[in-house]
């Protein structure tokens, strides 16, 4: 019997301490045709830190998009 897996509980108690994430696929203005919508936010205040608009999903993208977004806040690599 395996035991019971806890849930995690992440808590910001200021600006730019957790940020979630979210790729959402948008349909086109043609047959076929999508975009893809990624989106940085911020737990705390649900504040949008970043976003891009790309035609294609992938993680080099997203790297790229959470680089600037904390050059940008400021955020350093620890």
Not at 1 to 16: C, D, G, I, S, Y
Not at 26 to 42: E, I
């Amino acid at each position: 019997m395996r035991p019971v897996a806890t849930k995690p509980e992440l808590l910001a108690t200021a600006p730019n301490q957790l940020w979630f994430w979210d790729i959402t696929k948008l349909l086109g203005p043609g047959n076929c045709t999508y975009f893809y919508l990624y989106v940085l936010m911020d737990v705390f205040g649900r504040y949008m830190r970043g976003w891009l608009s790309a035609e294609l999903n992938s993680v080099a993208l997203a790297r790229r998009l959470v680089a600037q977004s904390c050059l940008q806040q400021g955020i350093r690599r620890r």
